[in-house]
């Protein structure tokens, strides 16, 4: 019976010791003129979230779970990114009025941060004047880039007390920081010398033909090898696109499905399927080559959840409905109410830049339609504390149509039954009040025109 007890103690000994670790840090500091109470770390993706409470005189300070890496800070509206080490304490202080020039680190964590500080201002010093460096010529750019690199390995490998895994990683980061420049040079050239027909002459762009894209730690680390990574697949399922008969979307979604490193390919799957999944056109083909290449469980299961949200808003089932909405004009209305003509639905707010862009085109269209068999709905979703500025803009901007002010702004239950995560938002229904599109074209879209005119409205 002893040796039995001593052959599960020891293999309890031996599981224990080959559980992955957990990573923690304390963080702390201290905020000068704070604007919130709490601040809010993110994970480089905005996935995972943690929430630390400020106290009336600006502290704060607690112990999260998390792994090393890059992570966003937020407080209010300020914003800023730092590297954790898990294991090592770091303190971040600042004044929310004034970041740039109080920002300042402390703690064991420090060292790398401090490092990021300076590494950001030689670089602006090099660069100076942003446009002017956008619009310089081929030759003077691509010296100014190579000038860049190489202050910037001198300066990582001048700074005292980087750990040397840190070193290797970052030496790479700026080569990769490298190649992204010459990679984004040709757009925006384009756009600084206002010549959008500008292309890069042959030989600029770096030689790319033993790039590895498979390399999951440095996609981890470096924003730039992402965007690089990201770019060549982006690419690949373009030439694919053009080699077969599919969809923008599912091209891609397939040719990132076959990454060998999975690292990388569940965070492209990730990254394209959060937003992808709420505009595809393909609902049922785009979630099963997400949920068949995914091997991150955690990442199927949100997505999954959107996908039984999203399959109840298809082509041809009956719309979510709202009920007793503030219409501008006087009164209540409800989309029952609005039955026998097609409605074309604007999901919008007086802040959003983007919905204020469409209401010339929205209004063009609407004066196109008018007497036809089709409604105009504006739902507003701003907040009810921003009613004023709600009716105002309606008369400022002449706006037509039937207006109205969703009861709980984002979390309205319309908004969240049609999972709209980002607006302007547009949803076409028919007389019956079932769906046509949950992904309606823009007013300012040609497409709009041929599917009102291909439902002979």
Same mark, same amino acid.
């Given at each position: 019976m002893k040796k039995i007890f001593y052959i599960l103690l020891a293999l309890s000994i031996i599981s224990w010791k080959k559980e992955k670790p957990v990573n923690y840090i304390v963080l702390s500091g201290k905020i000068e003129n704070k604007i919130a109470d709490y601040i809010i770390i993110s994970s480089s993706n905005y996935d995972t979230k943690d929430?630390? &409470?400020?106290?009336?005189?600006?502290?704060?300070?607690?112990?999260?779970?998390?792994?090393?890496?890059?992570?966003?800070?937020?407080?209010?509206?300020?914003?800023?990114?730092?590297?954790?080490?898990?294991?090592?304490?770091?303190?971040?202080?600042?004044?929310?009025?004034?970041?740039?020039?109080?920002?300042?680190?402390?703690?064991?964590?420090?060292?790398?941060?401090?490092?990021?500080?300076?590494?950001?201002?030689?670089?602006?010093?090099?660069?100076?004047?942003?446009?002017?460096?956008?619009?310089?010529?081929?030759?003077?750019?691509?010296?100014?880039?190579?000038?860049?690199?190489?202050?910037?390995?001198?300066?990582?490998?001048?700074?005292?007390?980087?750990?040397?895994?840190?070193?290797?990683?970052?030496?790479?980061?700026?080569?990769?920081e490298y190649i992204s420049k010459l990679l984004g040079y040709e757009k925006s050239y384009a756009y600084a010398s206002k010549n959008p027909d500008f292309v890069v002459s042959n030989g600029f762009l770096p030689d790319l033909s033993k790039f590895?894209?498979?390399?999951?730690?440095?996609?981890?680390?470096?924003?730039?090898?992402?965007?690089?990574?990201?770019?060549?697949?982006?690419? &690949?399922?373009?030439?694919?696109?053009?080699?077969?008969?599919?969809?923008?979307?599912?091209?891609?979604?397939?040719?990132?499905?076959?990454?060998?490193?999975?690292?990388?390919?569940?965070?492209?799957?990730?990254?394209?399927?959060?937003?992808?999944?709420?505009?595809?056109?393909?609902?049922?083909?785009?979630?099963?080559?997400?949920?068949?290449?995914s091997t991150n469980?955690?990442? &199927?299961?949100?997505?999954?959840?959107?996908?039984?949200?999203?399959?109840?808003?298809?082509?041809?089932?009956?719309?979510?409905?709202?009920?007793?909405?503030e219409n501008n004009a006087g009164g209540k209305t409800s989309l029952d109410d609005l039955k026998g003509k097609y409605i074309y639905i604007d999901v919008w707010a007086t802040w959003c830049g983007p919905c204020r862009k469409e209401i010339p085109f929205l209004k063009e269209v609407e004066k196109a339609y008018h007497g036809k068999n089709i409604e105009f709905v504006s739902i507003s979703i701003d907040k009810q504390t921003d009613h004023a500025k709600w009716k105002k803009m309606i008369v400022d901007q002449a706006l037509g149509g039937i207006q109205l002010l969703a009861d709980k702004d984002w979390a309205s239950q319309f908004v969240q039954d049609y999972l709209i995560q980002g607006i302007p938002h547009f949803i076409l229904l028919d007389p019956n009040g079932n769906i046509v599109t949950p992904n309606a074209p823009r007013p300012s879209e040609k497409e709009l025109i041929t599917l009102f005119d291909s439902l002979k409205i």
């Open positions: 929430t630390i &409470k400020v106290s009336a005189d600006g502290s704060y300070s607690d112990t999260l779970r998390i792994d090393s890496g890059y992570h966003l800070i937020s407080h209010g509206k300020v914003f800023m990114r730092a590297y954790f080490e898990a294991g090592t304490p770091l303190s971040i202080n600042f004044d929310s009025k004034n970041l740039r020039e109080s920002l300042s680190f402390s703690g064991k964590g420090a060292i790398t941060n401090n490092y990021l500080l300076k590494k950001a201002k030689t670089e602006q010093e090099l660069i100076g004047d942003r446009n002017a460096y956008s619009a310089l010529d081929e030759a003077a750019f691509k010296a100014k880039a190579t000038q860049i690199k190489k202050a910037l390995i001198q300066l990582v490998d001048s700074t005292p007390n980087l750990s040397t895994n840190y070193k290797e990683q970052e030496k790479r980061n700026i080569n990769y590895d894209y498979n390399n999951g730690k440095d996609y981890l680390f470096s924003a730039s090898y992402k965007r690089i990574v990201k770019s060549y697949y982006k690419n &690949k399922a373009a030439t694919d696109l053009k080699l077969k008969d599919s969809k923008e979307d599912i091209a891609y979604l397939k040719t990132i499905s076959q990454i060998s490193d999975e690292t990388i390919k569940n965070s492209l799957l990730y990254d394209e399927a959060r937003q992808g999944i709420n505009y595809t056109t393909d609902l049922e083909a785009f979630y099963a080559i997400f949920n068949n290449a469980q955690n990442e &199927k299961s949100k997505i999954t959840e959107s996908y039984n949200i999203l399959k109840t808003t298809t082509k041809g089932k009956p719309s979510p409905k709202f009920v007793d909405y």
